[in-house]
């Protein structure tokens, strides 16, 4: 018997999901496609006023659909300030996630492989920023960082850091667990130094992951609000400061869902960029996938 | 240092994010604590007090109330919508991956543009009411209405994204082989769910439902854009009182700082406490 070979071009291994043992069948089948819609459903339809709404220029109240389609209210959300909002958004989530994810990643490593003094301790601090309210911290926060006269873009991007570390350091405590450290001692038997060690051989078998801490850290950037609004002062206006003054108003629906859909935009793309990269190496490599990794 | 060098490197690594990480939590807390005890004040004198506290303990306790009733209601229906969406992804094939797909576009969808277009979607001459073709005066007040409605929903639209990824994450490294095993005995669809799934999925369910609970607890702009002004929930009566004029305001705004504090780390840490007590970690 010839086994049945995935899609992405891998070969089906025992333990993989969808397999034809828990395949569903008859009324099964008719449930799993009935629950599908359904959750799809949940998942799309909040999404939906924003894609008609982008285009209407009126849309007078009992009407089904736009009374008059158009662009307007891509032009006066420009006016009021996308362009830039959505600059500051970039860097803001840019500059989080390039600090947040090579020091999740090294407090990771550290506590995966090294010896931490008092490792469940460190463990928690670095969990506990998640159970922490962000309006709570930044309350307190904003006068010791008005009083130690830190810019407020400097404390703005330390609080969102922080507040990202947990989910990059998880993931790469995760990636590190499954980690072969045979690799990068071969490579340092066979001569190689701790640098290109480092750059040779761990990153690439971390890269997945670190894509992945990287993508939660700028989502942490990405989607706040109240970090920015408390700490940042007004300086530093991001795309959802300028979508929430144009909600809290009344006749800005068109603005609203254009500024919507370029705050939504941006990191689906990332994530579908990330889901292509992610595919191709499983397909070059299907037969030299590293055996000596199954060791957990 | 007389740590041995493999614990000092590991130390090193380790303590940037460290560093961070206590200053904000431990300095956060800390100048909230000693805001709210009129002991770091903006201008006059230093004085210890709970006035902050006791002086407006009926409006703290109303707040706490609304605000742990939202999120256990948010909790509650994403965890249940988490299940299932986690469930169809493990399933595999189509089904599976459009629920992946969608569910991971959800994810990435910022609150504050969740609560606009939820807003959009509820509200009484939005979209749902024209379809329905219902006239404004008989739409529910589910945006700014007695119940939350539209609030709640948003929380659980997004979080039931969350739950749903996180527990299918861990069903896919960990239970698929055992649903085999248990298929090729002869286990149904419905005792491999109760007696396979439900087990190897529940530590990582009731970690992310906490996770959910507390960012529900501790969250401002949704509650802010589709709730109503009286009663308020905890966050956004803190951030009406830190931006008030009056010079009270800030002890007061930092005594629910405190107080939603509390809750949330009593929460998670119970929740953490909890599941690696029981026997189903590991």
């Given at each position: 018997m010839t086994p049945p070979v995935a899609r992405t071009g891998r070969m089906r291994l025992p333990g993989d999901p969808g397999s034809t043992l828990t395949l569903s069948r008859g009324s099964g089948r008719l449930v799993r496609v009935v629950s599908t819609v359904l959750i799809a459903g949940w998942f799309l339809l909040p999404l939906a006023p924003l894609m008609v709404w982008a285009f209407a220029n009126q849309w007078s109240f009992p009407a089904l659909l736009p009374t008059q389609w158009g662009f307007e209210g891509l032009g006066s959300a420009i006016g009021q300030g996308a362009l830039p909002a959505l600059g500051a958004s970039l860097t803001l989530s840019l500059v989080v996630a390039a600090i947040a994810t090579p020091i999740g990643a090294m407090a990771a490593r550290a506590l995966t492989f090294g010896a931490v003094p008092w490792p469940r301790t460190v463990s928690v601090a670095l969990l506990a920023p998640i159970?922490?309210?962000?309006?709570a911290a930044v309350m307190g926060l904003n006068v010791l960082i008005l009083r130690a006269s830190i810019?407020?873009?400097?404390?703005?991007?330390?609080?969102l850091v922080v507040m990202a570390i947990p989910y990059t350091t998880f993931t790469m405590r995760v990636a590190y667990a499954a980690h072969d450290i045979r690799y990068e001692e071969e490579a340092r038997i066979l001569g190689a130094s701790r640098w290109s060690v480092l750059w040779r051989v761990q990153l690439p078998l971390v890269a997945p992951a670190l894509a992945r801490a990287a993508f939660l850290a700028f989502l942490v950037g990405w989607s706040d609000y109240v970090v920015t609004v408390v700490v940042g002062g007004g300086e530093i206006v991001t795309l959802p400061l300028v979508t929430a003054s144009l909600a809290a108003g009344i006749g800005n629906d068109a603005a609203v869902a254009i500024l919507s859909l370029s705050?939504?935009?941006?990191?689906?793309?990332?994530?579908?960029?990330?889901g292509l990269a992610g595919r191709r190496p499983d397909r070059?490599?299907?037969?030299?996938?590293?055996?000596?990794g199954e060791r957990r | 240092m007389s740590l041995p060098?493999?614990?000092?490197?590991?130390?090193?690594?380790?303590?940037?994010?460290?560093?961070?990480?206590?200053?904000?939590?431990?300095?956060?807390?800390?100048?909230?604590?000693?805001?709210?005890?009129?002991?770091?004040?903006?201008?006059?004198?230093?004085?210890?007090?709970?006035d902050a506290y006791t002086g407006q303990a009926g409006a703290l306790l109303g707040a706490l109330g609304l605000s742990l009733a939202i999120a256990a209601a948010s909790t509650?229906?994403?965890?249940?919508?988490?299940?299932?969406?986690?469930?169809?992804?493990?399933?595999?094939?189509?089904?599976?991956?459009?629920?992946?797909?969608?569910?991971?576009?959800t994810v990435t969808i910022p609150h504050l543009i969740g609560a606009a277009t939820v807003g959009l979607l509820l509200a009484d001459s939005g979209v749902l009411a024209r379809m329905f073709g219902?006239?404004?005066?008989?739409?529910?007040s589910l945006v700014g209405g007695p119940w939350w409605v539209a609030v709640v929903l948003e929380y659980a639209w997004k979080e039931s994204a969350f739950i749903g990824l996180v527990v299918a994450g861990t069903l896919i490294t960990r239970v698929a082989r055992f649903d085999e095993a248990a298929a090729l005995l002869g286990a149904g669809r419905w005792k491999r769910f109760r007696f396979v799934m439900l087990p190897l999925a529940l530590p990582a369910l009731a970690i992310s439902s906490a996770i959910v609970f507390v960012y529900t607890l501790g969250s401002y702009e949704v509650a802010w854009l589709l709730g109503r002004t009286y009663p308020e929930p905890l966050a956004v009566m803190a951030l009406?009182?830190?931006?008030?004029?009056?010079?009270?305001?800030r002890p007061e705004a930092a005594a629910a700082a405190v107080l939603t504090t509390a809750v949330s780390f009593l929460v998670v840490g119970f929740c953490f406490w909890a599941v690696r007590k029981s026997a189903v970690w590991r």
């Open positions: 159970a922490l309210p962000p309006f810019p407020p873009a400097a404390g703005l991007v330390l609080v705050a939504i935009v941006p990191p689906l793309a990332l994530l579908a960029l990330a070059a490599s299907s037969s030299a996938a590293p055996s000596i | 060098l493999r614990s000092r490197r590991s130390t090193l690594l380790v303590l940037p994010a460290l560093v961070l990480a206590v200053f904000v939590v431990a300095g956060g807390v800390g100048a909230a604590t000693l805001q709210s005890l009129g002991l770091m004040p903006l201008i006059g004198p230093v004085r210890l007090s709970v509650v229906i994403a965890a249940l919508v988490g299940v299932g969406t986690a469930l169809l992804i493990v399933g595999g094939r189509w089904c599976g991956r459009i629920v992946a797909v969608t569910s991971a576009a219902v006239p404004p005066e008989l739409w529910p009406r009182l830190f931006n008030s004029a009056s010079l009270t305001a």
